[in-house]
């Protein structure tokens, strides 16, 4: 019997009770398909690991989320049929490291855009899509979610203000735009509804109409960067390893940082702007990037040092 209708069971409970699980659905998915091949009826700790060892290499953090969805899986199944095993603590490596962020240049950014609108497809709508998405999430610092879920009434063309709704956390906020974002957005939707021949369900959309997904996006950004030599090619329709989409988050936040030194501005004055465009919950947060970033470290000792060699005099 195939543990792929307790799944669905075990999913629909979870939802009832408000949890998102779009990213605990694609490694279970994942991992119940194996489960299938090798005609397993039983969860156990043999079974997750022989899966493990089947998958691409990956990080730290990565294993570390596939063992505890996979964890909490079995331990709700043990409740049910004893015959299931919960996973045991510490079985894989968990300790939490913060990725160090890539920072694209304008010419790489500038190659995933172009590189984008070449994607294939018959009435051209994917590569329309996929640049639109990549270009907005770099002049705004959006997260990848947050901009899946938008639709045509959160962008305020009027005014230039784009309503996030679906928030990390559930917050919501305004994010102010430049006029030529605003012009390009139009200018998608417009073309977008031409070839679909309708008004579209959501901002962001294939060719079939339907919202785009996490897994499309993820999977035709890293199919750009190989194109363009950001990632390695790789077989099997595999993304590979190397410079993210999140990262445009991040190139964004940077950017930014830096301008304000250079212009001479008072960092701790924008960071609060900074930590509230972006939506993080914590200014921690947003503070992260002058570690991160040798760049803005340097930059932020020279203003220390300046400001005190002032007060000195």
Not at 143 to 148: F, M, N, Q, V, W
Not at 176 to 201: F, K, S
Request: hydrophobic share 40%.
């Amino acid at each position: 019997m195939s543990i792929t209708p307790q799944l669905d069971y075990y999913l629909s409970v979870r939802r009832s009770l408000g949890y998102d699980l779009r990213t605990a659905e694609r490694i279970l998915r994942r991992f119940v398909r194996f489960a299938d091949r090798e005609d397993a009826l039983h969860v156990d700790t043999a079974l997750f690991l022989r899966w493990d060892a089947s998958l691409p290499d990956a990080g730290v953090s990565t294993r570390s989320a596939r063992f505890c969805a996979v964890r909490l899986f079995a331990q709700w199944l043990s409740g049910i049929d004893p015959a299931h095993e919960v996973l045991p603590r510490g079985l894989l490596p968990n300790r939490y490291t913060r990725q160090h962020p890539y920072i694209y240049s304008e010419a790489e950014i500038a190659a995933i855009i172009v590189a984008a609108k070449a994607l294939p497809s018959i009435y051209g709508l994917r590569g329309l899509t996929c640049s639109t998405l990549f270009g907005l999430i770099a002049v705004t610092g959006l997260r990848i979610s947050e901009a899946l879920a938008l639709d045509d009434d959160e962008l305020d063309t009027g005014n230039g203000v784009l309503r996030v709704r679906r928030g990390k956390l559930g917050k919501e906020r305004l994010l102010p735009l430049d006029p030529t974002v605003v012009a390009q957005l139009i200018a998608y939707t417009a073309e977008r509804d031409r070839l679909l021949g309708c008004a579209a369900p959501a901002f962001f959309v294939t060719e079939k109409g339907r919202r785009l997904t996490d897994c499309g996006a993820r999977y035709n950004f890293a199919h750009v960067c190989q194109r363009i030599g950001l990632r390695p090619l790789q077989k099997y329709l595999r993304h590979g390893r190397g410079p993210r989409i999140h990262d445009l988050r991040h190139t964004f936040a940077v950017r930014t940082m830096i301008d304000w030194y250079r212009a001479g501005k008072d960092p701790a004055r924008e960071m609060i702007r900074l930590t509230t465009y972006l939506g993080h919950t914590d200014p921690s947060n947003t503070f992260w990037y002058l570690e991160a970033v040798p760049e803005l470290l340097d930059l932020a000792m020279a203003r220390t040092t300046a400001s005190g060699g002032e007060a000195v005099q």
